[in-house]
């Protein structure tokens, strides 16, 4: 009997130990991972304000133009305050050239046709759209491309990566002049190519590690480059972004909204599996623009029905000021101190120059 006790105490401390040892290797994984991924808070614990920031200097109706834009997907400027606008019912490249501060109005079409199909230049699904050193880049996903048109509507080139084929692409932004090409789900985020399409270098990965199969809940999107060396890294629903600079992550912040854990469910609809998320939502980076100076994030609370407007400054994202329920919009750009916000009633153009002061004061 003794013995049989005796036995009983030495299995229990092994488990004990057992248990003690696992609760100090999980801790120090936890550490670890913080320590590899600090993620930095906003000292501002709570949004401040102010709808007088916006002045309105310009208003154009869509039904008003010469041929007229029915869905604006993406709106963006060039060097010269030139507004470019994707219309994603028609296929179409509007070009709207504006003069003397914006009171003359012209307006062209790419290829004065729609860019609907599988051809070159053609778009079967825009996946993202940027203007770059004067050439507009669009990332079609039905051929994997991305393609080049000059600011005159000229088609320049089809970059394709043939050495990988598996890769598929969901954004890109820029180093220099080569382009970065982004994925979800692999092992390296960002694929630095050339023009010809060569993959010259890859890096970056999730700094969330949770659910690494589930591209939904790493949906992000990539800013254009500041100084063509840095670039911001998005993610829609997870309250946190991250800057890259000359390929590496150089910080990790916050946004107003905090971090978030989004839950999926799986269910089975008409036969298949699908997955989505539970409840409506919570987009802490619904839509964005960025300049030299500043950031700007949608932040979107799908359950309350509120949007915000936050503005932060871009060299180490501190905190300015938010614009509640700002105007309705699908897509917005910003270019020194103007900023365009599109809709499918037309666009509108601010004045923001008072926002650019509150950055350069918050530095």
Known sequence: MKTKFNFFIFISLILVFSLSCDKKISKNRYKKFRKDFVIL????????????????????????????????????FDSSNNIYIFDRKMYKIHKLLFKKGFSKLEQKIFQNKSLRGKGPGEISRLLDFKIYNKRLYLLDEGT??????????????????KENRTLLFRKFTFSGDDPILCVYGNKDLFYRIDLNGK????????????????????QYSVSKPVNNKCFYYLPLYLGFVGLYE?????????????????????EEIDGALVTRMKGVGFRTVSKYAITKKIILIKSLDMEKKVAYWDFYT????????????????????INGNYLVSANEDGIKIFNIESIIKRASQNL
């Open 41 to 76: 808070k906003q000292s501002n614990k709570k949004r401040v304000f102010s709808n007088n920031l916006l002045v309105l200097i310009k208003e154009v109706k869509f039904r008003n133009l010469k041929e007229e834009i029915y869905l604006p997907s993406y709106v963006a």
């Open 246 to 266: 000359n390929g590496e992550l150089k910080f990790v912040k916050e946004t107003m909204d905090g971090r978030r854990f989004p839950t999926f469910i799986q």
């Open 144 to 161: 994997n491309t991305l393609i080049v048109y000059s600011d005159k509507g000229e088609l320049m080139k089809n970059i394709k990566v």
């Open 199 to 218: 993959i010259i270098k890859s890096f970056g990965s999730y700094v969330d590690k949770n659910y690494s199969e589930n591209i939904l809940y790493h």
């Open 314 to 333: 871009v060299k180490n994202f501190n905190y300015i000021i938010s614009i509640k329920n700002p105007p309705v919009s699908y897509c917005f750009d």
